[in-house]
């Protein structure tokens, strides 16, 4: 798939209407690693409606920069089934379960599906990082940049983009300010 595949998908986003159909329920389902982009294809070549939240992805490297499109939440796509629909969703064989929903519970999926959708806009026009809260007191990992593959503790957060980790060296402790996107939570 390349990127105008995703360029039209973000179209076909914003003009999605994500409501109540009678029999049917919009579920999150859960997708086998990176297996997102090819669900979404099994669905719409089988007639299953689909969400899949998308934001622009920029990567700089030395002499190029590189824009692209990724899921705003990993592993996961937003599905109006009905059992018959799911069961034709297992046999795609890139999916390895969906949560279980209920009336009331789509109800408040199909509200922050809506809400999804004006941040997805929004992600369009500027940077959008989705991340756990990185809250003080959260350990985390430097997963790019000098200080890859060091592990700390969250001490503080400044505005947007710049976060103090404390780093432990030798029985020693330092502290530095990383920006946002070089960590990860660290499980």
Not at 56 to 63: C, F, L, M, S
Not at 96 to 120: A, F, G, H, P
Not at 140 to 151: E, N
Request: proline fraction near 4%.
């Amino acid at each position: 798939m390349n990127d105008d595949y995703f360029k039209i998908l973000l179209q076909k986003n914003n003009g999605l209407n994500i409501s109540n159909s009678p029999g049917f329920l919009w579920t999150p389902v859960r997708t086998k690693p990176r297996q997102e982009k090819k669900f979404i294809e099994y669905c719409e070549s089988h007639g299953i409606a689909f969400y899949l939240p998308l934001r622009k992805n920029i990567r700089r490297y030395q002499r190029r920069t590189v824009e692209f499109y990724i899921p705003m939440f990993t592993g996961y796509v937003f599905c109006s089934l009905d059992q018959d629909l799911y069961q034709k969703a297992v046999l795609s064989n890139r999916i390895v379960y969906r949560l279980q929903m209920n009336e009331k519970s789509e109800t408040e999926l199909i509200k922050d599906l809506c809400d999804i959708q004006m941040i997805e806009k929004i992600a369009n026009e500027s940077d959008v990082i989705v991340r756990p809260e990185l809250a003080a007191g959260k350990k985390i990992i430097v997963k790019s940049g000098p200080l890859k593959g060091m592990r700390g503790v969250a001490e503080k957060r400044k505005g947007k983009t710049m976060i103090t980790i404390n780093v432990e060296i030798l029985g020693q402790s330092v502290s530095t300010e990383t920006d946002v996107e070089d960590i990860e939570v660290d499980d």
